[in-house]
């Protein structure tokens, strides 16, 4: 059994983003599973530390942060938090 590892890059909350949806695709494509090993930076690591922490699904995962960013990240216009709404 090979071992196959992710790594995530740092950026901020667009790393975060980024990661969440990295994340969603290769368990769509039945990926996510086959990874041995999940390595990250800065953002993404938010985003890897609250689905590790949590026992959340990754849907449910993406739920919350972008409820979170929406809610509470930083002043964002209403077109900010739905064009994040609709990315995750």
């Known amino acids: 059994i090979p071992s196959i590892a992710?790594?995530?890059?740092g950026g901020g909350y667009r790393a975060?983003?980024?990661s969440l949806g990295a994340f969603s695709a290769f368990?769509?494509?039945g990926l996510f599973d086959t990874f041995s090993y999940i390595s990250?930076?800065?953002?993404s690591t938010w985003a890897l530390g609250v689905l590790m922490a949590t026992g959340m699904t990754i849907a449910?995962?993406?739920k919350y942060i972008c409820d979170q960013i929406t809610r509470s990240f930083y002043r964002l216009s209403k077109w900010e938090k739905n064009d994040i709404s609709h990315a995750l």
Not at 6 to 9: A, E, I, K, N
Not at 40 to 43: D, H, T, V
Request: hydrophobic content about 40%; overall charge negative.
């Open 27 to 29: 368990e769509e494509i």
């Open 6 to 9: 992710l790594v995530c890059s």
């Open 60 to 62: 449910q995962t993406k």
């Open 40 to 43: 990250a930076l800065s953002g």
């Open 16 to 18: 975060m983003l980024g």
